[in-house]
């Protein structure tokens, strides 16, 4: 199977483009290259690649293409405050118009990947579904790929099959590592300077998933029969896979021995706090999807790939892993305009 992966050199893609190949699947990578050089460690670079936006991909790029994992676009709410407009054209209108490209190229499957973003903010005395909770999208990052989830689903039918998983906030080990999400964020602080500040109570919650078990989601929307997954959402996440913010800060403290952890309260109970029900995935889809990793082998994986790469603070605080930085920097330097488009070959 052929496999048209949007996103291939970001964190969940460089690690789902290498379980694909060890899988046998046949991969054609689609990244504008943003990110490509902000790596630790060796990912996984002999396979086909285009350096286009997504905004450019045309019928030839689709050609003998199966099926289609989008994970490209601007990654997360901060990114997405970046450019509100920008966000909508890149993560909607975008990602609205491959799936009609690919519609009329005779993919047989288009595996979004959304976002939880979408609930808002929330009573926490219910968990969240994917139907029947409200959709309250604040940020322009949630509102894009609402609006995108809502017209891709209308694209769906027997010969063209959409499903659109909303993963939990990631976490683990990437060759492209990220340290602006939450607990990749802790452990690395712990690690860096020996101490986790917490600027809130630490009441909040928050549904966390491991990058590798997100890739597993994707994948089961692959290979799960299209009665089960076509033009329908799921949350990923794992049992019981709500915490607080302390429980996050207290897995991350026990990650990194000897590490200091401190709540100072400054901004009381933070108002982003949300609970997210997996029973869907984890029913539904439970022959293909197998989630294996838990807060604590994920921080234990990630101090091993800090020691095995030389990871340091100014890994944590600088471009390499914080992808507005990245993107501040790229700018800044006139590798690419305020558009997002690329000035020079060489970014």
Request: glycine share 8%.
């Amino acid at each position: 199977m052929k496999i048209l992966l949007t996103g291939d050199r970001g964190y969940i893609g460089s690690v789902l483009t290498s379980i694909l190949i060890e899988k046998g699947y046949e991969v054609i990578g689609v990244d504008i290259g943003f990110f490509e050089e902000n790596t630790l460690g060796n990912p996984i670079i002999d396979y086909q690649k285009l350096t286009k936006d997504i905004r450019d991909i045309e019928s030839p790029d689709l050609a003998g293409v199966n099926s289609i994992i989008h994970l490209a676009g601007l990654s997360n709410d901060p990114l997405g405050e970046f450019s509100p407009k920008l966000t909508d054209d890149i993560n909607n209108l975008g990602t609205v118009r491959l799936a009609k490209l690919a519609k009329e190229n005779g993919v047989e499957r288009f595996i979004f990947a959304s976002s939880q973003s979408m609930y808002g903010i929330s009573e926490v005395d219910q968990e969240l579904s994917e139907d029947d909770s409200e959709k309250n999208p604040v940020t322009a990052y949630a509102k894009a790929k609402w609006d995108a989830e809502q017209e891709i689903k209308n694209l769906s039918d027997d010969n063209f099959v959409v499903s659109c998983f909303r993963p939990s906030t990631v976490f683990g080990a990437s060759p492209r590592l990220r340290c602006d999400i939450v607990f990749n964020n802790l452990v690395a602080c712990a690690y860096t300077t020996g101490k986790i500040e917490i600027l809130s109570d630490g009441t909040p919650w928050r549904p966390v998933v491991h990058v590798r078990d997100v890739c597993s989601a994707f994948i089961s929307g692959l290979v799960a029969p299209s009665s089960i997954v076509n033009n329908r959402s799921f949350n990923v996440g794992i049992p019981d896979g709500n915490f607080t913010v302390r429980d996050l800060a207290k897995a991350a403290q026990k990650s990194v021995p000897g590490s200091e952890l401190i709540f100072t309260g400054e901004h009381g109970s933070d108002s982003r706090t949300y609970r997210v029900c997996f029973d869907r995935i984890l029913t539904e889809l439970s022959d293909f999807y197998k989630p294996e990793w838990d807060l604590l082998r994920g921080g234990k994986e990630l101090v091993e790939f800090f020691e095995e790469t030389g990871f340091g603070e100014n890994h944590f605080r600088g471009r390499t892993c914080i992808r507005l930085q990245q993107l501040n920097w790229l700018i800044d330097n006139d590798k690419i305009d305020n558009n997002l488009r690329i000035n020079s070959n060489d970014i």
